[in-house]
């Protein structure tokens, strides 16, 4: 069990589970010369068994107790007390080797940390993540369903997302009230980038913003008040959730071609 007390404010759910934890290094299958970044190691659980196998892991640890512990216990550990959300991965990045990311995020913010990964999408090779088992179907959500909305479009369109098993709360300290996932995301290469990465984003959440509503309805405000998508080859009477994600990518091409905003 921790040696310290979980946080709420932390969304600290620490994971006592040996065979639990073996089954995500096994998911994780690290090599020696890996970068590895870890997202909230707590007291270092995880930490521990992937330390055995890769000589590179940076821990990135909010929590100033759980950090000193970890210090003491780790002294080859690249430690770093901060949010993960304020830390720079272009910094931690080489052009040898991709970083892949790993960790038992905390739930409330584990949007934030997904977005973050994809604005750093061409820094990072995976992720293996415990999430919300609710959020791991929004993410892995097929389209025309109600899972099918922001985080699985901008998923499936910059990684290869498979969710790998479902873990009981009996496993953690304390024991939350959900049910947890380990999802894998394998990030891709050859997508948009630049200008267009950015519109493609806003157009999506934009699209989504207004479920219920036609895309029509939905594309009708900020940035987008003025464009006309009748000229887009989409379906404007279509809602979000009807749509592929070659839509989104006609959408954000037909947009960026007709707003100076733009433009590269």
């Given at each position: 069990?921790?040696?310290?007390?979980?946080?709420?404010?932390?969304?600290?759910?620490?994971?006592?589970?040996?065979?639990?934890?073996?089954?995500?290094?096994?998911?994780?299958?690290?090599?020696?010369?890996?970068?590895?970044?870890?997202?909230?190691?707590?007291?270092?659980?995880?930490?521990?068994?992937?330390?055995?196998?890769?000589?590179?892991?940076?821990?990135?640890?909010?929590?100033?107790?759980?950090?000193?512990?970890?210090?003491?216990?780790?002294?080859?550990?690249?430690?770093?007390?901060?949010?993960?959300?304020?830390?720079?991965?272009?910094?931690?990045?080489?052009?040898?080797?991709?970083?892949?990311?790993?960790?038992?995020?905390?739930?409330?913010?584990?949007?934030?940390?997904?977005?973050?990964?994809?604005?750093?999408?061409?820094?990072?090779?995976?992720?293996?993540?415990?999430?919300?088992?609710?959020?791991?179907?929004?993410?892995t959500g097929k389209i025309g369903t109600k899972d099918y909305g922001?985080?699985?479009?901008?998923?499936?369109?910059?990684?290869?997302?498979?969710?790998?098993?479902?873990?009981?709360?009996?496993?953690?300290?304390?024991?939350?009230?959900?049910?947890?996932?380990?999802i894998h995301l394998f990030f891709k290469s050859g997508v948009l980038t630049g200008g267009k990465k950015?519109?493609?984003?806003?157009?999506?959440?934009?699209?989504?913003?207004?479920?219920?509503?036609?895309?029509?309805?939905?594309?009708?405000?900020?940035?987008?008040?003025?464009?006309?998508?009748?000229?887009?080859?989409?379906?404007?009477?279509?809602?979000?959730?009807?749509?592929?994600?070659?839509?989104?990518?006609?959408?954000?091409?037909?947009?960026?071609?007709?707003?100076?905003?733009?433009?590269?």
């Open positions: 069990m921790a040696s310290i007390k979980p946080l709420r404010r932390f969304g600290q759910n620490y994971l006592i589970d040996k065979n639990i934890i073996n089954k995500i290094v096994n998911e994780i299958a690290p090599q020696h010369d890996d970068k590895i970044i870890e997202i909230g190691p707590g007291t270092g659980s995880l930490t521990e068994e992937l330390l055995k196998k890769v000589n590179n892991i940076t821990a990135v640890e909010i929590d100033n107790r759980a950090s000193e512990i970890l210090s003491s216990k780790f002294q080859s550990l690249n430690l770093i007390n901060d949010d993960f959300l304020d830390i720079d991965l272009q910094k931690l990045y080489n052009a040898k080797s991709k970083l892949r990311i790993v960790g038992n995020i905390p739930y409330n913010i584990t949007s934030p940390i997904l977005f973050k990964l994809i604005n750093n999408n061409e820094f990072v090779s995976d992720a293996v993540l415990m999430v919300q088992f609710e959020v791991a179907k929004r993410i922001i985080l699985a479009v901008l998923i499936k369109y910059f990684c290869d997302a498979r969710l790998c098993f479902k873990i009981s709360p009996n496993v953690f300290h304390p024991r939350p009230k959900v049910y947890s996932a380990i950015e519109l493609f984003i806003k157009i999506v959440k934009t699209s989504f913003g207004k479920r219920r509503k036609t895309l029509k309805n939905s594309l009708s405000n900020g940035i987008f008040e003025k464009l006309n998508f009748s000229n887009s080859g989409i379906n404007l009477s279509l809602r979000a959730e009807q749509l592929s994600i070659d839509d989104f990518v006609n959408l954000t091409n037909f947009a960026f071609d007709n707003l100076d905003e733009f433009e590269n």
